[in-house]
């Protein structure tokens, strides 16, 4: 499979990355070599294979309901560039 | 519109219904759940999506969520996964929404609706999973940025997403009817949409009646009220058939609903979506669901209102209607229900809950955990009434009063305190009679020229004359006799 360039740049844009036109070749090229791996590995048949979601064998990892606030709200909002005494401040967006 | 324009097409409608879990915490961190705190007060290095925290699930969310399956009567999925969904949006701070994508924890279940010719139809239920709430982002007019609060990120939701088998606003409506009933009944949702704690989504599309293919769905949005879901399908479901009338062609798209205006408008088309780039959250665990699990769940279970309404109607012979209120909060039909066991006259028991105990609680806005009289005390007043011992008026406009006011007191003790204990002692009865007769001689021989109305009189005269402690039935009885023999 191959991705062409179009394609980078709206993988970009979701991830919220931007790439000079350079970086963007470089990563048109290293992505196709990651699916093209993809693809080498698709050979293999795994119809009869569970996915591996997870490395470790643990389940059900679980806390009871108790509830507390474990930090303050000056805590919360030390390290938000924007803020006020009640909210963080973000640029305005609209829906 | 014409209705026989709309009678030629068909709409299908499929809701999804979000609904906060009452835990005390939230979903996958301690954070109190508490609704009305100070901005940013309830938050964790976890919910603010600091790099390095690991969260981890709340138990009772899990608890909650089977136990809307089991009401809903879905399977259980025992072996969930949670994803990730990914998207850019200022309350969202992980940048991704933990919720369920290929394992949702209940799957193919149905609710039981109730139409208004009083039939019953299944709306079948794709699936309910367990998600995350985002924080809440406020656009205020004048501002010139966006405030974000993140009390609400990370309170646990279950989503349910039903099939589209609803075919009208009447039908949507009553499906949120039991939908809410159900979480309140569960105790697991307060149900209150106005707050947003129960939130709908509507998926609407029309095609002609017959075709064999659903015409193109949109979203719609923003409804705050039932009866603004409502009105947001009838708008939406007239809007697509002006639209296909006219030759257009609708485009998949997300609309939201104007409560001032009735109105839907787009909001943006499913083209530009976000695409959402699922993948399993590899920070959680695979939850795996027992069978001890399930079996302790089900142990929980409450009553549910439809088992509670073929009780009420079938065992106790109850008018649909009185099954219907009683049934309209678990509290009430619990109430209801213990009344129940200390007497047999249940349609009294009905009019009793339904009557004064309901008005008496709506007055002071009580909750029933909070009405002073035990049901036995009820249960009490009615047998007082079927034994002729007073009579039905002096037991709600005296008794019940009395009592609410005097919980301590037994109902007899309180009719016997206000000398309500009525004469239906036929001698003393009849004393009574001859005497209000003998006192109007003159609307005696009205009455024998033909004026038999009278005897509404005489009966005002003999209650006045015992302070209404006459039984009704015996006295009238009685005066008959007495005013034919003159």
Known sequence: ?????????????????????????????????????????????????EPLTHMSEEVNVLREDVAFNAISHEEGLRNAPKKD??????????? | ????????????????????????????????????????T??????????????????????????????????ITRTNIFARKNYFYPDLPKGYQITQDKTPICQKGFVAIQLADGQEKNIHITRIHMEEDAGKSMHLAGETETLVDFNRAGVPLIEIVSEPDIHNSDEAYAYLVEIKKLVRYLDICDGNMEEGSLRCDANVSVMLKGADKFGTKVEVKNMNSFRNVQRAIDHEIERQIAMLEAGETIESETRGFDANTGLTSGQRSKESMNDYRYFPEPDLTPLVISD??????????PSLPHELYAKFTKEFGLPEYDANVLTD??????????????????KAASNWVMGPVKSYL????????????????????????????????????????????????????????????????????????????????????????????LVGMFMGEIMKLTKGKADPKTTNKLLQEKLKAL
């Open chain 2, 362 to 453: 709506n007055e002071l806005a009580l909750h029933v955990s909070e009405f002073p009289l035990q049901p036995a005390q009820i249960a009490e007043i009615i047998s007082l009434v079927d034994s002729n011992k007073i009579n039905h008026t002096a037991a709600t406009r005296n008794i019940f009063p009395h009592l609410v006011k005097n919980p301590a007191t037994m109902a007899l003790a309180a009719a016997e305190e206000l000398n309500l204990i009525q004469e239906s002692d036929d001698n003393a009865l009849v004393g009574f009679i001859d005497q209000v007769l003998q006192n109007n001689p003159k609307k005696v021989a009205e009455y024998k020229a033909g004026k038999t109305a």
């Open chain 2, 329 to 346: 909060t678990k509290e009430i039909a619990e109430y209801f229900d213990q009344v129940c066991q200390h007497t047999t006259n249940y």
């Open chain 2, 292 to 301: 001890e699990w399930l079996d302790r769940i089900h142990r929980q279970m």
């Open chain 2, 1 to 40: 519109m014409d209705k026989e324009i709309l009678d030629k097409y068909q709409p299908i409608i499929g809701l999804e219904v979000h609904a906060q879990l009452l835990t005390n915490s939230k979903a996958f961190t301690a954070d109190t759940t508490e609704y009305g705190s100070l901005p940013n």
């Open chain 2, 42 to 75: 309830n938050i964790s290095a976890i919910t603010l999506g600091h790099p390095g925290t690991l969260p981890r699930l709340n138990k009772q969310a899990v608890d909650f969520a089977i136990k809307m399956g089991l009401a809903t009567n879905c399977e």
């Open chain 1, 85 to 95: 005494s009640d909210y963080f401040r973000v640029p305005k967006v609209l829906d």
């Open chain 1, 1 to 49: 499979m191959n991705i062409d360039i179009q394609t980078i740049r709206k993988l970009a844009h979701l991830a919220r990355l931007e790439f000079d036109e350079t970086k963007e070749q470089e990563m048109l090229q290293d992505l196709n070599k990651i699916l093209d791996w993809m693809d080498k590995l698709r050979e293999l048949d795994t119809s009869a294979v």
